[in-house]
């Protein structure tokens, strides 16, 4: 996390873009079946292991992962480094009333954090070039998209060029946990990982399918890399 901090402060600064990305297990399977979505996130700045199924699939195919940043963990460090450094940030995502309801709790928990703009994140694609320019006119340093995958990936991959804003951050559902709409997993479940079971808890008929399909399907990924490294690593030793 100190790190990531680092490096998007620097960004800012120095006004170089940066494109982050979190991952966990349903994108690794949305990269899977999707070559556009795979090569947006290999060109993005900056990668986080959101999820703790990442940090287990880094120690079985041997990739040190320091620890997890999830991505509204980050989203909420940041809000508080723009509060303190000035940075103006812009939120674009979410239903109407959640954005409004989120943006009410950011003005009273961060009262010195310049808003340099919000929009809901229903439009037509018309509306696109107008959206942009008045982000751009904003003259925003942060721009949060509240988008769901892999819309937002697709979306600041294909106006990233357009943009006058050095960092850029999908940040899925972090909006509707911050204006309320949605409840975060106590600290027990984020402790240990298991954010998953209590959405799955809360919500079993909408994320059945995503986790427990999902969740299996991620494993005979990580199975078929393993044999995958096994393989390669055995024909090295033979050369």
């Known amino acids: 996390m100190k790190e990531t901090l680092r490096i998007i402060e620097e960004s800012i600064e120095k006004r170089t873009k940066i494109h982050h990305v979190s991952i966990n297990a349903h994108k690794v399977n949305l990269i ?38 999830t991505g509204v963990d980050l989203f909420i460090n940041l809000l ?81 060029s357009k943009l006058n804003i050095p960092f850029l951050m999908g940040v899925g559902g972090s909006f509707d946990i911050l204006s309320g709409v949605t409840k975060r997993a106590p600290g027990i479940f984020q402790k240990y990982g298991l954010e998953w079971l209590y959405r799955f808890i809360n919500e079993p008929k909408r994320m059945f399918h995503r986790y427990f399909f999902g969740n299996g399907k991620f494993l005979i990924l990580l199975i078929k890399e393993y044999a995958k490294k096994k393989r390669r690593s055995f024909l090295e030793r033979c050369n």
Request: hydrophobic share 35%; proline share 3%; glycine share 6%.
């Open 80 to 160: 508080k480094i723009c509060e303190t450094n000035g940075y103006r940030a812009y939120f674009f995502g979410a239903e109407e009333e959640s954005l409004h309801c989120m943006i009410k709790n950011i003005k009273r928990d961060y009262p010195k954090l310049q808003i340099a703009g919000f929009r809901n994140g229903y439009f037509e694609s018309k509306d696109n070039d107008d959206i942009v320019k008045n982000m751009n006119e904003s003259k925003a340093d942060v721009l949060f998209v509240a988008f769901s995958s892999p819309k937002k990936e697709y979306w600041i991959n294909n106006n990233e």
């Open 32 to 69: 899977n079946k999707d070559s556009c979505l795979e090569a947006i996130v290999d060109k993005a700045n900056l990668v986080n292991a959101d999820g703790s199924s990442i940090l287990l699939a880094g120690k079985v195919l041997g990739v040190n992962i320091p620890e997890r940043v």
